[in-house]
């Protein structure tokens, strides 16, 4: 049974897609410290992120039999915790080449996430008869929205880009435990 309160499957829903949108938009406001951190340049940089879309492209292409023997329920509630902590432990990379590598379980992460947040929204609207998709989606980019105003309001405040991205894997664990 959930920590949290007990949620209806459109809440739930609802909260999946703004806490996996919260969990993949945490890294985006502190691109150009990791930047700077690393001494790489656009090209090295934009090189070295393609480390997540390449482990959203094989999850996407290669999960779908690993994610019906986990159970969507399971890979919610460790998938988006995941994630996020994916970003951060890349945050502490050395290089494009380490960042690249380091991105790759975070892109892995988000094609499994991916996969299971449409299912289930598409399972709740099959259940209930009514649309669901649009607001759930609306609920992503508040999530991609206010990630974003967090972490420029933590970088404002000096906190280490490392510090920020950790303390959001706590966060984000703890009310994935309500879903």
Not at 108 to 124: F, S
Not at 166 to 177: K, N, S
Request: proline share 4%; net charge positive.
């Amino acid at each position: 049974m959930p920590a949290g309160p007990r949620l209806t499957p459109t809440r739930r829903v609802y909260a999946a897609f703004f806490l996996y949108a919260v969990a993949l938009g945490g890294i985006f406001p502190r691109l150009g410290e990791l930047q700077r951190a690393m001494g790489l340049n656009e090209r090295q940089l934009g090189l070295a992120l393609i480390g997540t879309a390449s482990g959203t492209m094989v999850s996407l292409t290669l999960a779908g039999r690993w994610l019906e023997r986990l159970g969507h329920r399971t890979v919610l509630l460790a998938g988006i915790p995941l994630l996020a902590l994916g970003y951060a432990l890349a945050s502490g990379a050395g290089s494009a080449t380490a960042l690249y590598l380091m991105l790759l379980p975070a892109g892995l992460c988000i094609g499994a996430v991916e996969i299971v947040v449409n299912l289930e929204a598409d399972r709740v609207e099959h259940q209930l008869g009514q649309r669901i998709m649009g607001r759930a989606h609306a609920w992503w980019s508040i999530g991609f929205f206010s990630a974003g105003l967090l972490g420029a309001a933590i970088a404002q405040q000096g906190v280490p880009v490392q510090v920020h991205l950790l303390g959001m894997v706590l966060v984000i664990a703890v009310a994935c435990a309500g879903l």
